[in-house]
């Protein structure tokens, strides 16, 4: 293993062929495709500063080219030629026997020990005889130092700073500890001493973004003139955007909120089913539906699995969720409404009353905020650095106020609105404000929505025509969940289609499904983007969404 | 609370409105339904048995309607009135504070107790002065009986003796142990002596297919001229098919993959991602790709999230997985191909070599076929009991051979191929046997395929310009994963991409995702059906798919 170990470390160490090849990437695309992206960017206030910036990185890349050439020259002088440069592509050549150690585990404990770290460039900054780097991985950022001496040359520690922002780098490197806090850096108690730098994976020289002006909080860029990034800007180059430690504690976040969702659903005994996207009939009436062409015919993408949910109730599985893309083709244009977004679905059996349903659901929104609250706080920090919000409130039990409440509440507030009308974004977020402030809470449900504005599979109130079982669930103010007890009588639900003038041949099979003995069931669906949104209390659901898909937005 | 039972007790009784409203549904889809529904049923062999069966029924039917008017006009006479009867569909009228117990929780130690059990009526045998039902729930059925005397009349007996099969009742009885095991039960130590009964919901009295023929062993219908269900039928009927014992341990063993799935990744440090499945272009060149309208212009469904995963390692998140829904509009119709199915996804950064992704995945892999064997013993038995198969092998660690070495097998046992061919289907099978002979393994990696078989981002193999890091697992000798070392580099991608024809500027953002440092990686995407079916040793995906979707099917 050893002797394999050597033969690699030879093939490590930069070659003719490498160095030529950094040489034409500056050529080819460093200075000339420096001004063109500088057109492309399109933030107005930073665009000056690019320009200035496209200029000095002009001016760096001619410096590194000739830098490179110099060093190919003088590579007979070197003592140190054997400690930096660009290797090979990485294609699996050799098994290597070289542990890395992560940034985050960079702590006063491994002082003295000499380690191998792979991470981006985040910063670079040379000084004399030095070279200051900011090593990071992914939301952990550590200070590295090149300084001439014994183990590096001059020609080192100028291979070093020439090394682009972004590009992955293997040093190995002395760990030591600091006497002074390093306050920029996540690793704030030890710094890393270079002994030897290859370039894993050379990014270009000019970024369409820098990620300083992606977590600049809001506004504070104005004042001093420094660019903050628009969000059409970020989007169009996610793969840079998502590397912030904002975006990279936002889907950390995501990914326990599914998580959390799963685990608790499954430890109440539910099971995961997977349902169909591409479905034969426009099931709730045929708007805002996705046409797809399907060999000889047509078909369409599921504006929710909630009649598969139904089948599979019907079908004995009697607690079920599922996690899967849901599709609206609304033409809405606004900060909360996706063509594409992940549902996160439940459907289950109750026995005799459908509050049995609500209290399943919150119970599981209350696990997922206390998960969160209890083991994503670190992410919650990081993203209230650039966005603050206040911490997100919740009661158990749940807050369940009725309709009528609802309206009398804001009606109160001085809103002139009907029993029988439905609640306008204001007014929801109106109502959020005013449950807020009596009731200190940022999660409740609304009970009892007029029959009037429900699909046409909601069960009826059995007291009271005008109204019906079903409610939706807010955070902050919006949103996140509709459900309802839904009809199980094959009778009862073809008067309500047949009320609501849907076409019976269309919900045949869906209509069937209760003919063979169906349980009494509700359920509803959550917006999984909407939810982190409101949790972290940000203002855009594309904030929360890894490739969002809107009217206007197809890409990446 | 007693009170507010009190009041449910009396609402739950029978009323002149619910026995007209089952004379009604007997009248007019009973009778009338029977002979349109046989029409109906394609099963050739079970015709005769089912005109008969529907003769039977509508005799029945014209029975039970007889019965109710006559409990109607004996409803004075009856001690028992209301012991048993139709009570309201559950609208949520009250909250009612009664236990259901589980019908899986009926053993000896509840013995001499008076419980009350929500489930199906799975078969019903009247017998002089009694009735004898198997209650269901799911996988588990219990027996009941309902005999004349202190807490059950006559008129009782032959309500029960009259409701549909597949009805939801809520029975109160009495737990009884037997004297002698019951077989045809998964109770077997206990029955449930009844003294009460109501429908909670009716099923229609002629079910379209009959749960008994659709878990009878293959071929095992055709020597005593009995029944089995043809496969469209079943899924012409899935709600139904779904009940059986076979269907319910299915699912509950694919929901079991995708948790085992999960929670090993996570474990891993793994963070889960949800990638779009609408997307601009037609990433890998176009081919077997959906069209849907997108507002004013044309998008596809993503064959695969792979350059999304891909996107997501670019941007810092190390090691990704997803599950979700992948479309292919390929026009085959085989025992494995699906239109829409379910992706489990895997991409990850590695260090050195690529076989750390492979070690990764089959690890997953050993981790799921563990927890399946150790949690899902009863399912696998279950559907075993229908479709017998040898217990799934597999080795630790897992069997990796080398594309060229299974080339060399298969020509040992005469096939004629060419080293850079790709494998058949029945090869792909052919060395499945092989394999399993000589290493006594259901599941292996084939790695370093053919370059020229492989998609334009794989990497080549650095030291055999004519092989490429890349990989297919297979589990009982059929494909379950293909994965790769993924291309890295912009420049190598873009010459690639070149060498296969494919439009650069349909694929620009994804190359461009290369350019501001990538880290080497790898991964690959698998067939969540295909590897319920192999597991379990059934013969069509579309027995693991809940609602399966090919060029022919689009419904339910």
Same mark, same amino acid.
């Given at each position: 293993?050893?002797?394999?170990?050597?033969?690699?470390?030879?093939?490590?160490? +930069?070659?003719?062929?490498?160095?030529?090849?950094?040489?034409?990437? *500056?050529?080819?695309?460093?200075?000339?495709?420096?001004?063109?992206?500088?057109?492309?960017?399109?933030?107005?206030?930073?665009?000056?500063?690019?320009?200035?910036?496209?200029?000095?990185? &002009?001016?760096?890349?001619?410096?590194?080219?000739?830098? +490179? &050439?110099?060093?190919?020259?003088? !590579?007979?002088?070197?003592?140190?030629?054997?400690?930096?440069?660009?290797?090979?592509?990485?294609?699996?050549?050799?098994? =290597?026997?070289?542990? %890395?150690?992560?940034?985050?585990?960079?702590?006063?404990?491994?002082?003295?020990?000499?380690?191998?770290?792979? &991470?981006?460039?985040?910063?670079?900054? &040379?000084?004399?005889?030095?070279?200051? %780097?900011?090593?990071?991985?992914?939301?952990?950022?550590?200070?590295?130092?090149?300084?001439?001496?014994?183990?590096?040359?001059? /020609?080192?520690?100028?291979?070093?700073?020439?090394?682009?922002?972004? +590009?992955?780098?293997?040093?190995?490197?002395?760990?030591?500890?600091?006497?002074?806090?390093?306050?920029?850096?996540? /690793?704030?108690?030890?710094?890393?001493?270079?002994?030897?730098?290859?370039?894993?994976?050379?990014?270009?020289?000019?970024?369409?973004?820098?990620?300083? !002006?992606?977590?600049?909080?809001?506004?504070?860029?104005?004042?001093? $003139?420094?660019?903050?990034?628009?969000?059409?800007?970020?989007?169009?180059?996610?793969?840079?955007? =998502?590397?912030?430690?904002?975006?990279?504690?936002?889907?950390?976040?995501?990914?326990?909120?599914?998580?959390?969702?799963? !685990?608790? %659903?499954?430890?109440?005994?539910?099971?995961?089913?997977?349902?169909?996207?591409?479905?034969?009939?426009?099931?709730?009436?045929?708007?805002?539906?996705?046409?797809?062409?399907?060999?000889?015919?047509?078909? #369409?993408?599921?504006? +929710?699995?909630?009649?598969?949910?139904?089948?599979?109730?019907?079908?004995?599985?009697?607690?079920?969720?599922?996690?899967?893309?849901?599709?609206?083709?609304?033409?809405?244009?606004?900060?909360?409404?996706?063509?594409?977004?992940?549902?996160?679905?439940?459907?289950?059996?109750?026995?005799?009353? #459908?509050?049995?349903?609500?209290?399943?659901?919150?119970?599981?929104?209350?696990?997922?905020?206390?998960?969160?609250?209890?083991?994503?706080?670190?992410?919650?920090?990081?993203?209230?650095?650039?966005?603050?919000?206040?911490?997100?409130?919740?009661?158990?039990?749940?807050?369940?106020?009725?309709?009528?409440? $609802?309206?009398? *509440?804001?009606?109160?507030?001085?809103?002139?609105?009907?029993?029988?009308?439905?609640?306008?974004?204001?007014?929801?977020?109106?109502? $959020?404000?005013?449950?807020?402030?009596?009731?200190?809470? !940022?999660?409740?449900?609304?009970?009892?929505?007029?029959?009037?504005?429900?699909?046409?599979?909601?069960?009826?109130?059995?007291?009271?025509?005008?109204?019906?079982?079903?409610?939706?669930?807010?955070?902050?103010?919006?949103?996140?969940?509709?459900?309802?007890?839904?009809?199980?009588?094959?009778?009862?639900?073809?008067?309500?289609?047949?009320?609501?003038?849907?076409?019976?041949?269309?919900?045949?099979?869906?209509?069937?499904?209760?003919?063979?003995?169906?349980?009494?069931?509700?359920? $509803?669906?959550?917006?999984?983007?909407?939810?982190?949104?409101?949790?972290?209390? %940000?203002?855009?659901?594309?904030?929360?969404? *890894?490739?969002?898909?809107?009217?206007?937005?197809?890409?990446?």
């Amino acid at each position: 293993m050893l002797c394999e170990q050597l033969t690699v470390k030879k093939r490590l160490i +930069s070659t003719n062929y490498n160095l030529k090849r950094i040489i034409t990437v *500056m050529t080819k695309d460093g200075v000339q495709g420096v001004v063109e992206e500088v057109d492309q960017a399109p933030s107005k206030k930073g665009l000056k500063k690019q320009q200035k910036e496209a200029e000095k990185a &002009a001016k760096k890349a001619e410096k590194q080219a000739k830098l +490179s &050439a110099d060093q190919q020259s003088t !590579d007979d002088d070197d003592f140190a030629k054997d400690r930096y440069g660009v290797p090979p592509m990485v294609q699996s050549q050799q098994k =290597l026997d070289r542990g %890395l150690v992560r940034v985050q585990e960079l702590t006063p404990e491994k002082a003295g020990q000499l380690i191998w770290v792979r &991470a981006r460039i985040h910063t670079s900054r &040379a000084k004399g005889k030095q070279c200051f %780097l900011v090593l990071r991985q992914q939301q952990f950022n550590v200070q590295a130092l090149v300084a001439v001496g014994e183990r590096a040359s001059k /020609q080192m520690v100028k291979f070093a700073a020439n090394i682009n922002k972004e +590009s992955i780098v293997d040093v190995e490197a002395v760990v030591k500890k600091v006497e002074q806090t390093i306050e920029s850096c996540s /690793q704030q108690d030890v710094e890393l001493h270079i002994e030897r730098i290859f370039v894993i994976s050379q990014a270009e020289p000019r970024l369409p973004l820098q990620l300083e !002006d992606c977590v600049r909080p809001e506004g504070e860029g104005d004042e001093d $003139g420094r660019a903050t990034v628009n969000q059409d800007t970020r989007l169009d180059n996610r793969v840079i955007d =998502l590397r912030t430690t904002t975006s990279q504690a936002i889907f950390r976040l995501q990914s326990g909120v599914c998580q959390l969702f799963r !685990d608790t %659903l499954t430890n109440k005994g539910f099971v995961e089913i997977q349902t169909p996207k591409i479905i034969s009939a426009a099931s709730e009436g045929g708007a805002n539906v996705f046409t797809v062409s399907y060999f000889k015919t047509s078909a #369409y993408l599921a504006q +929710s699995p909630q009649l598969y949910k139904q089948m599979c109730i019907c079908a004995d599985f009697d607690k079920v969720f599922c996690v899967g893309p849901v599709f609206r083709a609304e033409d809405s244009n606004t900060h909360r409404h996706l063509t594409e977004f992940v549902g996160l679905d439940i459907e289950l059996a109750f026995n005799y009353h #459908y509050h049995e349903v609500i209290e399943s659901i919150t119970d599981t929104m209350v696990q997922i905020f206390k998960g969160l609250r209890d083991k994503f706080q670190t992410e919650i920090q990081t993203v209230g650095k650039q966005y603050p919000s206040e911490p997100f409130k919740f009661l158990e039990p749940t807050l369940r106020l009725e309709y009528s409440e $609802g309206v009398a *509440m804001l009606r109160e507030a001085g809103v002139e609105m009907g029993d029988e009308e439905d609640l306008s974004t204001p007014n929801e977020k109106l109502l $959020g404000r005013l449950v807020k402030e009596k009731y200190d809470t !940022d999660f409740y449900v609304l009970d009892k929505y007029p029959l009037a504005v429900r699909p046409f599979y909601t069960m009826p109130d059995p007291n009271d025509k005008k109204y019906s079982n079903s409610y939706d669930m807010f955070m902050r103010g919006e949103e996140i969940l509709s459900g309802a007890q839904r009809i199980h009588d094959a009778q009862l639900l073809t008067e309500r289609a047949m009320h609501h003038n849907i076409d019976l041949e269309k919900i045949k099979s869906y209509i069937d499904s209760f003919r063979y003995g169906a349980p009494p069931h509700g359920g $509803g669906g959550i917006g999984l983007e909407r939810v982190c949104m409101l949790y972290l209390g %940000l203002h855009n659901v594309r904030q929360t969404s *890894m490739f969002p898909r809107d009217p206007k937005r197809l890409t990446p």
